[in-house]
T-cell receptor, first 115, second 112 residues
Framework: EAGVAQSPRYKIIEKRQSVAFWCNPI?????LYWYQQILGQGPKLLIQ????????DSQLPKDRFSAERLKGVDSTLKIQPAKLEDSAVYLC?????????????FGPGTRLTVL | EDQVTQSPEALRLQEGESSSLNCSYT??????LFWYRQDPGKGPEFLFT???AGEEKEKERLKATLTKKESFLHITAPKPEDSATYLC?????????????FGTGTRLKVLA
């Protein structure tokens, strides 16, 4: 079974620039999550999708962050404009349903550095 | 407010030296408590799910236990390959979205 794919693996940008991350979840997984993990901290949920719909985006800074999930499969997370404090690893995860009885499978993450 | 606290922040063990990691939590109603392992440069990898106080799960040298206020991850006779960051997460039963709340993790280093 192929795992969660993310790209790019690394990205360096200047502040005020824009950036986009891509995620391809495990085939058949209905639920997709985007997390932000700042160095030395645990992952923080940014947004959760169930198929095409947004289930929870309460911690997404909507003035600069946006996300979409096309046709209930792939997803992109965008930051525009980026700030220094956005430097972090952005993790994508998927699960077969949104129920807690299904573990989350994580991708390798995208490490973003904002200069 | 839901909260997850892990201790210690970092732990160095000699190979074979058993120890325990702690995860204390505050949630309105626990739906599940999860342990993940994270290696440098990788995403977290699922280890265990615990649902109710008194429950225990084992996998190789790892054993996870749960009480009403905390969970322990016991590592018996660790090996260098057990070196990683161990993350604990909880889901609040009163949260309609069942989102995970992660702790900051314990960085474990096992010396040969």
């Amino acid at each position: 079974e192929a795992g969660v794919a993310q790209s790019p693996r690394y990205k360096i940008i200047e502040k005020r620039q824009s950036v986009a991350f891509w995620c391809n979840p495990i085939s058949g997984h209905a639920t997709l999550y985007w997390y932000q993990q700042i160095l030395g901290q645990g992952p923080k949920l940014l947004i959760q999708f169930q198929n095409n719909g947004v289930v929870d985006d309460s911690q997404l800074p909507k003035d600069r962050f946006s996300a979409e999930r096309l046709k209930g499969v792939d997803s992109t997370l965008k930051i525009q404009p980026a700030k220094l404090e956005d430097s972090a690893v952005y993790l994508c995860a998927s699960s077969s349903t949104g129920d807690s009885y299904n573990e989350q499978f994580f991708g390798p993450g995208t490490r973003l550095t904002v200069l | 407010e839901d909260q997850v606290t892990q201790s210690p922040e970092a732990l160095r063990l000699q190979e074979g030296e058993s120890s325990s990691l702690n995860c204390s939590y505050t949630v309105s109603g626990l739906r599940g408590l999860f342990w993940y392992r994270q290696d440098p440069g990788k995403g977290p990898e699922f280890l265990f799910t615990l649902y109710s106080a008194g429950e225990e799960k084992e996998k190789e040298r790892l054993k996870a236990t749960l009480t009403k206020k905390e969970s322990f991850l016991h590592i018996t006779a660790p090996k260098p390959e057990d070196s990683a960051t161990y993350l604990c997460a909880v889901q609040d039963a009163t949260s309609g979205t069942y989102k995970y709340i992660f702790g900051t993790g314990t960085r474990l280093k096992v010396l040969a």
